[in-house]
């Protein structure tokens, strides 16, 4: 288990991705996986208002509607931790955090997942035309009366998140407690351009934030698509740098000596992080998201710590040289 922020509960160390639940994967498969990972201990769930409308013939949210059915056919709301996003456009929707819309999306996204309360709720991306103070306001709101428990961010830069916190604090409002960047153990070249233009990266600033002010980190796309051990996935050409190679041979290396896939030792390596991580693992079939699993097992080496983390990190952690 994993410390959600200052809220003093904890969640699953992995969580699962249900994006395509309903719309690339079908109810039968959906409901295969959601059972596996349910019976191997997974309790946090992580979709969005938005999944997945952008695939040929599903122009309607269908991921929040199925994993809404399997937590009714299954009776277990009250053990399972959902997370879904709002602010990004999709069918007349606009991208936009404007406090209407953060309203009836919330409410919306209940109705689709069948439950009162939504547990994590992300602002899934930033809004600059929208006064953050109307942001928070309007969180602050949906928490007071019980549509949604703790709020947190996705693809939003460290200095706006910090300012929105501020924001909360000083009126006594509910804070984000989480973010969700784009984070893996590759770092891209710098200004990243990713297949989805609201995709922002974990970045030092954000890093250093979430130790300094315990905000959880559940990043998505932890695996890359699956690069790490997949012969049919190359490694994203924003990711090729010089320092890549090394650790990608790095983690070849361990994968061999571990007998595991390479993508189970970047998402180990990610629950060895000092900073409370939870990756968001996607999977379309059993055989990954037991490679997903697998990570929970792994144990590492101090030297083998030394090195996965000897290469290249994000974060700055010589303060105390910096102030002396």
Known sequence: MKQLGKTGESISELCLGAMYFGSRLDRETSFELLDRYYDAGGRVIDTANVYATWVEGHEEPESESLLGEWITERGIRDEVTIATKVGAEYGNVPRSLEPKVIQEEVDRSRERLGIETIDLLYVHVDDPETPQVDVMRTLAEQVDVGNVRYIGASNMPAWRIARANCIAEERNWPRFEFVQPRFSYLIPERNPSFDAAVQLPMTDELVDYCVTADLTVLPYSPTLGGCYGRDDRSIPDTYVRSENRLKMAL?????????????????????ERDHPTVPIVGCSTLKQLEMNLAASDVIFTDEECRRLNGIENYGFDKWAQRSA
Do not use: K
């Not at 290396?253 to 998402?267: C, M, Q």
């Open 251 to 271: 983690v070849e290396e361990l994968a061999d000596r571990h007998d595991v896939s390479g993508n189970t030792i970047v998402l180990a390596w990610m629950l």
